[in-house]
């Protein structure tokens, strides 16, 4: 699986964005990225994914470099229930690999009034 | 409505032990995990069935046994329970099996082994 980086953690003031990056430089070509986030004492939840063009939902949006070598998750007005963990996943590409999320440490994205 | 639900929310139990945690979706989805998330928040998949069949067995203890009775529940039964279970566990499903599926967590068992 491809490892990704996040920064451990950030802060937001209240109605900025928040720009979290993600490193994923060995990403193989039909690998997609992932982002799910998890709020104080409850189940990861879905944000967005990606494989190489930008994406944009009611959440957030995905900007992808063109090397696809990192990623940027865009939260565009943050409010204090946007405080959560923030994981980073690179998909496997198949094979015995099927559904297997691998998470890591996430970013702590703190949103202050 | 709860798409995802897990029963209990807590559980504390002796050392030595069996338990069961159960898990059920009603988003009509293919595909249920389990992850176990321990005392440093990191989460790992534990199992996954697609269908009731077994499709992905991460390196867990004989001791933990999951089962399908259908593709709308996937239990946990933990024997000879120990400390080092204590953990949360989380129950996910999703649509099909493939890697570009999204998964729905349940809302966890918060396992005390005592």
């Known amino acids: 699986d491809a490892k990704t980086t996040q920064p451990p953690s950030m802060d937001c003031a209240e109605g900025r964005a928040a720009n979290l990056p993600c490193n994923h430089s060995?990403?193989?070509?039909?690998?997609?990225v992932y982002w799910y986030r998890q709020i104080h004492s409850q189940g990861p939840q879905y944000i967005i994914h990606g494989l190489k063009n930008n994406e944009t939902n009611e959440m957030a949006s995905l900007i992808i470099t063109e090397d696809r070598k990192s990623s940027t998750l865009i939260l565009p007005h943050a409010t204090l229930r946007d405080t959560a963990v923030y994981y980073c996943?690179?998909?496997?590409?198949?094979?015995?690999?099927?559904?297997?999320?691998?998470f890591g440490q996430g970013t702590i994205l703190t949103v202050h009034p | 409505d709860t798409a995802v639900s897990q029963t209990p929310k807590y559980l504390v139990t002796q050392m030595g032990n069996d338990k069961s945690i159960k898990c059920e979706q009603n988003l009509g989805h293919d595909t249920m995990y389990w992850y176990k998330q321990d005392s440093k928040k990191f989460l790992k998949i534990m199992f996954s069935y697609n269908n009731k069949e077994l499709i992905i067995n991460e390196t867990v203890p004989n001791r933990f046994s999951p089962k399908s009775p259908d593709k709308a529940h996937l239990n946990l039964h933990i024997n000879s329970l120990e400390l080092g279970d204590s953990a949360v566990y989380f129950c996910?499903?999703?649509?099909?099996?493939?890697?570009?599926?999204?998964?729905?967590f349940g809302p966890g068992t918060r396992l005390l082994v005592l």
């Open positions: 996910a499903s999703s649509q099909d099996r493939g890697w570009r599926e999204t998964q729905y």
């Open positions: 060995t990403i193989s070509g039909n690998e997609y």
């Open positions: 996943i690179v998909s496997p590409a198949g094979g015995t690999s099927y559904g297997k999320l691998t």
